[in-house]
């Protein structure tokens, strides 16, 4: 298995630019997630997903969307980049609630400037 | 508001010695608590998890330890190797549900031959 795959690695965009972080992952998880990590900072939720068609907000959705047509993919879009999105990028998954380990799995993420 | 704090901010060790990592939390209810290490440029990745009725758990040379009545947990790192220099990360869940999840910014560790 691949795990948690994640494209771009790099990116860096102008300010009002828009873009799609790609995230796939083939563990038949259920659970999908898209967190920012900035430097010396926790990571924080943006969207997450518990099966295909089904999205919700995190803690900082703004400037944010998020589909999940299909249960291995969950696309993080960025419209309008502003500076204040210049982070680090992690998308991960998990089994549904209730299974033993209940651990998330993370892709490598995508760093991404915006200048 | 649910928070987790951990200490110190970042370590530096020699290769071989021990380290203890240290995490307090304010997360209510608790359900579980874990503890993840992050290479540069890489995404975390698990090392333990522990729930409320479990107050010690190893892998390998980690073992870490929870004390749900004070709200602290340890992560302690034996006979530190190079490949030992991370960042660890201490997770709190204050619902059981993977989704709310309140993360702590991290101990960088480094070891040094």
């Known amino acids: 298995n691949a795990g948690v795959t994640q494209t771009p690695k790099f990116r860096i965009l102008k300010i009002g630019q828009s873009m799609t972080l790609q995230c796939a992952q083939d563990?038949?998880?259920?659970?999908m997630y898209w967190y920012r990590q900035d430097p010396g900072m926790g990571l924080k939720l943006i969207y997450y997903s518990v099966g295909a068609g089904i999205t919700d907000k995190g803690e900082v959705p703004n400037g944010y969307n998020v589909s999940r047509s299909t249960t291995e993919d969950f696309p993080l879009r960025l419209e309008l980049a502003a500076p204040s999105q210049t982070s680090v990028y992690f998308c991960?998954?998990?089994?549904?609630?209730?299974?033993?380990?209940?651990?998330?799995?993370f892709g490598p993420g995508t760093r991404l400037t915006v200048l | 508001k649910n928070q987790v704090e951990q200490s110190p901010q970042s370590l530096i060790i020699l290769e071989g010695k021990n380290c203890t990592l240290q995490c307090n939390y304010t997360v209510s209810p608790f359900s579980n608590l874990r503890w993840y290490k992050q290479d540069t440029g890489r995404g975390p990745v698990s090392l333990t998890i522990m729930t409320f009725s479990e107050n010690t758990k190893s892998n390998g040379r980690y073992t870490a330890t929870l004390d749900a009545d004070t709200k602290q947990s340890s992560l302690h790192i034996t006979a530190s190797q190079l490949s030992d220099s991370a960042s660890y990360i201490c997770v709190v869940s204050g619902s059981g549900s993977a989704r709310q999840l309140t993360f702590g910014s991290g101990t960088q560790l480094t070891v040094l031959p």
């Open positions: 563990m038949n998880h259920n659970y």
């Open positions: 991960a998954s998990s089994p549904p609630e209730g299974a033993p380990t209940d651990t998330q799995y």
